[in-house]
């Protein structure tokens, strides 16, 4: 045999040793996968140790959901729900970034408990408008230019139509007294005072 054909069929031999080598190596896994049961579309996602059937309704959608009885609503509502247009920001109540309806009042969801909602009727920023037909206030806040980075727009958004509703004077002072637990780092206050005052008629 030439040395040309000596190195040819050493190449060949490794390279069918080598595959050969990883077949073997890989028939437990593929005997396992095929003894494997199938994936039931039935089988539910990880549920922790004492979680609770809650029942909770959002935008007018009954949702069915198997959650911690410690599981706050702006968590339920990001993590469980993907409704992140509710922002976190403090978590301890404190810039009014996760501000929702609930029964048509203002509440700031990182300080309630998703589980003690039940029965209540819940509105999100998701829920408040659409692209084709924004809430006066969504449109009002995009004509003003009432925000700057957007991160505490939803809530802000959320405090100012709750507002509509509420007892408020029409002074300028009435309103930020009204909306002081609505914080703006950025610091458009001016702008966002503007829109809420406009929706008023004021």
């Given at each position: 045999m030439s040395e040309e054909n000596s190195k040819v069929s050493r190449r060949s031999f490794l390279r069918h040793a080598g595959v050969a080598g990883a077949g073997v190596a890989a028939l437990p896994l593929i005997s396992n996968a095929q003894n494997a049961p199938p994936i039931s579309e039935s089988e539910k996602p990880y549920v922790p140790d004492g979680a609770q059937d809650v029942r909770l309704n959002i935008n007018g959608k009954n949702y069915d959901l198997k959650i911690e009885p410690r599981v706050t609503l702006l968590?339920?509502?990001?993590?469980?729900?993907?409704?992140?247009?509710?922002?976190?920001?403090?978590?301890?109540?404190?810039?009014?970034?996760?501000?929702?309806h609930v029964n048509g009042k203002r509440v700031n969801s990182c300080l309630s408990?998703?589980?003690?909602?039940?029965?209540?009727?819940?509105?999100t920023i998701e829920g408040l408008g659409t692209t084709q037909k924004p809430h006066p206030m969504q449109k009002a806040f995009m004509e003003h230019d009432a925000y700057q980075c957007g991160y505490c727009t939803s809530g802000q958004i959320m405090s100012a139509t709750a507002l509509l509703k509420e007892p408020c004077g029409k002074a300028a002072g009435d309103v930020r007294e009204a909306m002081s637990g609505n914080i703006c780092r950025c610091g458009a206050y001016k702008n966002i005072l503007e829109a809420i005052q406009d929706v008023r008629g004021v």
């Open positions: 968590d339920c509502l990001r993590e469980n729900l993907n409704l992140t247009g509710t922002k976190k920001g403090c978590d301890h109540g404190q810039c009014g970034a996760c501000t929702i408990l998703a589980i003690a909602h039940q029965g209540d009727a819940i509105t």
